[in-house]
C-alpha cells in the first residue's frame, strides 16, 4: 500500500474524564494514521475509548457535556492540529472536510424540524442559492436511497422509520462532501437487515465519492464487511492494528486472538462459547506495565513491569505485546 | 421497600435533602416540645405589655393583646405541619386511588374521574378553597378539607398516566396471564412503582398546601382566635402595621422556613429517585 | 392544521360544558349556605314583611332550580342580574373592577416572563458558573416566600419605612408597583426553574451534537436547536399561569384595597351577595378554561409529536 498523505493522525493522544470516583483514563497515548480513499475501522468493547477518540477529534467533548475533561496530544488534518484549533476554525471544518454520524438516530435528530429542512440547514452552510440547496437536499434523499424522496423532505423524524433516519443523518452529514466521515456505532440500533443495507450504502458512497471512512464498533462482522484496516483497542490502548485479512488470519495480540476465537462462528461444534476471563481493569486506576495482563494467559514478569512498546510484526501491522514475537 | 432503602443509602450524599430533612425535623421537634419550647402560652394576655418590640422576656415582640409573638410562633408550627400533613395524606389517599382506577380500567370510569379532574381544574384553586371555606364554615378542619379538595387532581393526573404506561408492562401482563385479580394486580404490581413519583409529589405539595392555609387563615378562613395559625398572626399584623411591623415580619420568616425545608427535602428526593423525573 | 382547529373547537365546547356545570355547583353552594343576604341587611331596621317583600323581590323565595334557570336565561341576554348588596347591575360592576385586575394580573405575567426566561437559559447553559449557583440560592429561597406577605413586606418598606409609594388604592401608576410585585414572585420562580432545567436537558440532546457536529455556529446551534426546544413548555407555562394569577389576585387585591375583581369577589362572598359571586366565577372559570386550551393548543402547535398525538385523537 502506498503511504500517501494521511488524511487524519491521531498523535498520542490522551483523553481523561473526571467523576465522582476518580480521573476516569479513557484513552491512554493512542496513535494511528487514516489514509485517504480507506475505510478504517477502530473496533473493541464499550468502554474501550474509541468513541471518546474520535469526539475528540470533531472537538465534541466541552465542558457541557464532560465537566473536567482532559485532553493531550494532536490530532492532524491537513496540516494543522485540530485540537488546537479555535471554535470558529473547528466550526469551519466539521461537516465540511470532517463528517460524523452517531448511533441512535431518533435522539440524534431535531424532532421539532423536518428531515429536508435538517439537511438543507447543512447544505445552505456553503452560500449557494436557496433552489440549488434544496435541489441538492432532494439529490442527497435519493442518493441515500430513501423511498418516496419528496414526501419524505416534509417529513418528521417521529414519522420516519429508524434506517430512514439513519440515512437522512447520512444524507446531512455528506452533503458537503467531506473528504473523511466518521461513524460512531452507525448500525447498532437498526436491526440487521437494515444494518447490511446501511453499510451496503456507506460501501457505495465510499466509491463514488472517494472519501475515507473511520468506523467506530465492537461488531466484527462490520469490520470483515466493509473495513479496509483496523484498529484493536483495549481499555483505552490500541493494541493492535493493521489490515483486515492479515488480523483476522493472523492476529497477534493476545486480546485479538481471544476475542476472535469467542466469536461465535469460530466455536461452532463445541458445547460451550469461549469467553475472556476477567473484566476491564479500573478505568481511575494508573495502571503500571501492560493493560491486558489480568486477563492474559501468557502473562510475564514484564508484562507487569514495562507498557509493551509498539512492534512491526508485518510491514503495516502493529502490535503492543512484548511477547508478540513468540506467539 | 428495597427502593426505601436505596433511598436512604444514597441520600446522605445528597446535600439538598440533608438541609431539607435537617430543618423539617428542627420544625418537627419545635412542633413536638413547643410546651417546653415556648416560654408563655399562646393565649396569654397581657394588655399592659402590648405591641412591644422585641425585648429579653419577649424575643420577638409582643401583639396587639400582650401575647408572647414568639410563643405563638412555636405553637403555630404545630399548626402548620398538621394542616399541611392531613391535607396532603387525603390528596394522597383520594388522588392516587383515583389515579390507579381511571389509569388501569380506562373506558368510562376513566372519562368520569377526568371530568371531575377537569371541574376541578376549570377554577383557580384559591378561589375554589375559598367558596367551600365559606360554605363550610371557617374552622381549621374545613380548611384541610378544602385544600384536600382542591389539589388531589395533582395526584390522580400523574398516577394515571404512570399506570397507564405501566400496565402494559410485561410483569402486568404476566401476572394478568397468570390469573391474577385486576385490584391484586394493581396494589402489587403498579402500586409500588407509582410511590416514587407520589413520594416526590408530596413533598411538593406539602409546601403549597401550608402556603394555602396560611393564605385561608390571612383572609380568616381558617383557625379561629385564639388559635395562633400563621396565617391569623399575620392578618392582625396589618391593623398595627404602622406601630408595630415586626409581628408581619417573623411570621413570615417561619413559612419561608418550613416551606424551604419541604422543598429542599423534596427536591433532594427527586435527584436520588430519579434525577430525570419531570413532574 | 385543521386538525388542530378541530380539537381546539372540541376542547372549548367541552370547556364551556364544564364552566355551566361549575356555575351550577357553585350556586348548589351558595344557597345551601345559612341564611341569605337579606338576613345580613340589618334586621332591626326591617320588620318581618318587608323581609318577606324584599326576598320575594329578588326570587329568593323561590327554589334553587328555578333561581339558577332565571339567571341562565338572563345570561344569555347579557344581563347578570343585579347585586343585592348595592343594587348595581353586575355586569356594570365587573365591567369596572375587570380592568384592574387584569392590569395587575397581565403587568405580573409578562414582567416575570421576560425576567425569568433570560436569567434560566443563562443560568442553564452557564451551568456550574457562579451566576448559575447564585440563581439556584435564590430561586429556592424565593419561592418559599409567601407572595401575600411579600406585599406586606413591600408595604413595610416601601410606604411606610421609605414613604415612597401609597400604601392602598388606585392613585395612579405608583401604586400599580407594590401589586404586580407581589403577584410576579411565585409566577417569576417557576418560570426561572423550568427555563432553567429544560436548557439543561436540551443541551444534554443528542441532536445538539449533531447540530454542533454539521459545523453550525454557537449561535445557530442555541437558536435554532437549544431555545426552540427550550421554550415550549416555558411557553406552555406562560398560559397556565393565568389561572393562578387571576386566584393570586384576590388576597393581593385585599391587602392594596386595590379595585379589581379579586376583591370584589372576596367582599361579596362575605355578604353572600349571590349574584355578584356567580358573575365574577363564571368570568375567571371563562377565563381559566380558556388559558387552558390555549395551552393544551399550543403544545400541538410548536410540537410536531404532539401534534400527531392530537390528531390521533381526532380522527
Sequence with gaps: ?327 | MKQFLKVFRSADRNKTFIVGFVIILSICFTAAFADLIAPFAYDEIDVVHALKPPSIQHPLGTDHLGRDSFSRLVYGSRIALKVGVIAVVIQILVGVSLGLIAGFYGGWPDRIIIFFTDVIWSLPPIILAIAICTVLGPSLTNVIIAIAAVSWAQFTRIVRSKTQSLKNMPYAEAARAAGESNVNIIVLYILPNVFPVVIVLATLALPIAIINTTAMGFLGLGAQPPTPDWGVILANSMTYIHNAPWISIFPGLAIIYIVLGFNLLGEGLRDVLDPRLKI | MRDIAVYAVRRLFIGMFIVLVVSAILFSIMHMMPGDPIQLIDSTRLDQQTTEKLREKWGLDKPAVIQYLHWLGNLCKGDMGRSIVNGQSVTYLLAARLPFTLQITLAALLLQYFIAVPLGLLSGYYQGSAFDKIMIIITAVFRAIPYFWLGIILILFFSIYLKLLPVSGYRGFQSLIMPVLTLTLPALTATLQLTRSEVLEVLREKYVTTAVAKGLNQKMVILRHVLRNALIPVTVLFFLSVPWLIGGSVITETIFAWPGMGRLLWSSISSQDYPVVQGIILIISILTVISTTVGDILTGILDPRIRAEMEGKTV
Design chain 1, 1 to 327: 500500500m502506498t503511504h500517501q498523505k494521511s488524511v487524519l493522525s491521531v498523535q498520542e493522544l490522551e483523553i481523561a474524564f473526571s467523576s465522582p470516583a476518580g480521573l476516569i483514563r479513557a484513552v491512554n497515548n493512542v496513535s494511528f494514521e487514516i489514509y485517504p480513499g480507506e475505510i478504517y475501522a477502530s473496533v473493541g468493547e464499550s468502554g474501550c475509548g474509541k468513541s471518546s477518540t474520535a469526539h475528540a477529534a470533531m472537538r465534541l467533548i466541552n465542558s457541557i457535556n464532560s465537566p473536567g475533561h482532559q485532553i493531550k496530544g494532536r490530532v492532524l488534518s491537513k496540516g494543522r492540529d485540530l485540537l488546537s484549533l479555535s471554535n470558529s476554525e473547528m466550526c469551519a471544518i466539521r461537516g465540511k472536510e470532517i463528517s460524523m454520524i452517531f448511533q441512535n438516530p431518533l435522539d440524534s435528530l431535531n424532532p421539532l424540524y423536518k428531515a429536508g429542512f435538517q439537511i438543507y440547514e447543512s447544505v445552505i452552510l456553503d452560500e449557494i442559492p436557496k433552489l440549488e440547496a434544496w435541489q441538492r437536499v432532494l439529490n442527497l434523499f435519493k442518493k441515500t436511497r430513501i423511498a418516496d424522496p419528496e414526501r419524505r423532505i416534509l417529513s418528521y423524524p417521529h414519522e420516519l422509520s429508524g434506517g430512514m433516519r439513519q440515512r437522512v443523518m447520512i444524507g446531512m452529514m455528506l452533503s458537503r462532501n467531506p473528504t473523511l466521515l466518521i461513524a460512531d456505532e452507525p448500525t447498532t440500533a437498526l436491526d440487521v437487515t437494515i444494518q447490511a443495507q446501511i453499510l451496503d450504502l456507506v460501501l457505495s458512497l465510499r466509491d463514488s465519492l472517494g472519501m475515507s471512512v473511520w468506523v467506530i464498533t465492537h461488531d466484527f462482522g462490520i469490520v470483515a464487511e466493509i473495513a479496509d484496516r483496523v484498529g484493536v483497542m483495549y481499555a483505552g490502548v490500541l493494541v493492535e492494528e493493521g489490515d483486515v485479512f492479515e488480523i483476522f488470519d493472523n492476529p497477534k495480540h493476545p486480546y485479538t486472538r481471544m476475542l476472535l476465537e469467542s466469536l461465535p462462528q469460530f466455536s461452532k461444534g463445541e458445547k460451550r462459547l469461549r469467553t475472556i476471563p476477567g473484566t476491564l481493569p479500573d478505568p481511575t486506576a494508573d495502571i503500571k506495565g501492560c493493560r491486558y495482563k489480568e486477563r492474559c494467559p501468557w502473562q510475564e514478569e514484564i508484562c507487569r513491569q514495562d507498557t509493551p512498546p509498539i512492534s512491526l510484526a508485518k510491514p503495516g501491522h502493529k502490535v503492543a505485546c512484548h511477547l508478540s514475537q513468540l506467539l
